[in-house]
């Protein structure tokens, strides 16, 4: 079974350009986590897809930031315009609804650069 | 922010148990205790959870005090793919909560 899958491994940009990253869940999670660590901090939450519809968004650092969940399958996060400490590693993660505890199932992280 | 205080680093030589603890004091009852772990290039990746009784999967075990108020996690033949950040997290046991990580501990094993 495929994991959680995350599209590009890297980005670099440059400041006030956009860029979107993609995540694919496991099949079958409806739950679907976005988290991000900028540099020298903590994992921090972004925001919480159930199916297609957003659950929490409390995370979401400001109006930059906009994710969607297409059809309940996959993610994409696009940040416009990018600043320079939007800089760091975008986790996805993905776990079924309903589940007696709480295994979230993350994908590798896209690193962004922005310069 | 995170309801959990853990030592920032930690050795351990390899093949033996790494014993890794975790202090929850203001933990409430309907909460859980987590580990999840992120070795480097990955992913956080889910190891064991408990609410107040010891528990032991294929990865670890998870010791919790009878106050609940702190944990240790047991690896028991640490290996060196094991050097990761372990991160004790606390939170109510819905499967859809999001985890609020902390600093964690930085596990070392040594050859």
């Known amino acids: 079974e495929a994991g959680v899958t995350q599209f590009p491994s890297h980005s670099v940009i440059e400041k006030g350009q956009t860029v979107t990253l993609r995540c694919d869940p496991i099949s079958g999670h409806d739950n679907l986590y976005w988290y991000r660590r900028v540099m020298g901090k903590e994992i921090k939450f972004l925001l919480h897809f159930v199916k297609e519809s957003k659950q929490d968004e409390s995370g979401m650092p400001n109006n930059r930031f906009l994710a969607e969940r297409t059809g309940g399958t996959y993610s994409t996060l696009k940040v416009q315009p990018a600043e320079l400490e939007d800089s760091g590693v975008y986790f996805c993660?993905?776990?079924?609804?309903?589940?007696?505890?709480?295994?979230?199932?993350f994908g590798p992280g896209t690193r962004l650069t922005v310069l | 922010d995170a309801k959990t205080t853990q030592p920032p680093s930690m050795d351990c030589a390899e093949g033996r148990a790494a014993n890794l603890p975790c202090n929850h004091s203001?933990?409430?009852?309907?909460?859980?205790v987590y580990w999840y772990r992120q070795i480097h290039s990955q992913g956080p990746q889910y190891i064991i959870h408990g609410l107040k009784n010891n528990e032991t999967n294929e990865m670890a075990s998870l010791i919790i005090t009878e106050d609940r108020k702190s944990s240790t996690l047991i690896l028991p033949h640490a290996t060196l793919r094991d050097t990761a950040v372990y991160y004790c997290?606390?939170?109510?046991?819905?499967?859809?909560?999001?985890?609020?990580f902390g600093t964690g501990t930085r596990l070392t094993i040594i050859p």
């Open positions: 997290i606390v939170e109510s046991n819905f499967g859809n909560e999001k985890l609020t």
């Open positions: 993660a993905s776990s079924p609804y309903g589940t007696a505890y709480n295994e979230q199932f």
């Open positions: 203001t933990i409430s009852g309907n909460e859980y």
